[in-house]
């Protein structure tokens, strides 16, 4: 089955960049998406298709995928960007696949 | 908007029916799944029923767990029997509204928990 790895945690100092690296073979041949989630809260798509921003996501996060890693990049990181963030693809096999997700933490 | 229902506490090898309302747009012309959540765990996809009618379901639930739609009620459902302990998780339903390659969840129901335990 295919699976997608991710790094369990990032820390971050306000106004710097975090990234996100999410590990799937040959990831770079499907669509990746990224989800941001709060504490209590459902997941919310912050990367929708072709790397874009779904309505109402702040221009700071953005995405990439070449090879076999999708990264997710939050510039100048604010402390409300403080959550779990997921990858998913699709694969034909396997249906439906989320990463292992990453805290990311605003030191 | 996606309401779920039908969670609860429930036995080792029992079963139940969860099931997701929606309302602003037509069940049958999106993919619309099924995502669990253990607690304190990462997102995990369950099944999906596909907007072409074929319907898809993880490994881990494959042959136990079943997906069904009613159209004419705009409602997907979850039946799910011989329940293990590790299914224990809040289900969520999630819409994928794209067309071909199946994609991403744009939007998501709260979620209904599912606690298996004696």
């Known amino acids: 089955s295919y699976e997608l790895t991710q790094p369990p945690s990032v820390s971050v100092s306000p106004g710097q960049t975090a990234s996100i690296t999410c590990f799937g073979d040959k990831l770079g041949d499907k669509y990746t998406y990224w989800y941001q989630q709060k504490p209590g809260q459902s997941p919310v798509l912050v990367i929708s298709q072709y790397n874009k921003r779904p309505s109402g996501i702040p221009e700071r996060f953005s995405g990439s995928n070449s090879g076999n890693t999708a990264t997710l990049t939050i510039s100048g990181t604010q402390a409300m960007d403080e959550a779990d963030y997921y990858c998913q693809a699709w694969d034909s096999s396997t249906g439906y696949v989320f990463g292992t997700g990453t805290k990311v933490t605003v030191l | 908007q996606l309401v779920e229902s039908g969670g609860g506490l429930v036995q080792p090898g029992g079963s139940l029916r969860l099931s997701c309302a929606a309302s602003g747009f037509t069940v049958s012309n999106n993919n619309m799944n099924w995502v669990r959540q253990a607690p304190g765990k990462g997102l995990e996809w369950v099944s999906v029923f596909y907007s072409g009618g074929g319907t898809h379901l993880a490994d881990s639930v494959k042959g136990r767990f079943t997906i069904s739609r009613d159209n004419s009620k705009n409602t997907l459902y979850l039946q799910m029997n011989s329940l293990r302990a590790e299914d224990t998780a809040v289900y969520s339903c999630?819409?994928?509204?794209?067309?071909?390659?199946?994609?991403?969840?744009?939007?998501w129901g709260q979620g209904t928990l599912v606690t298996v335990s004696s």
């Open positions: 999630a819409r994928d509204p794209t067309w071909g390659t199946p994609g991403y969840f744009d939007y």
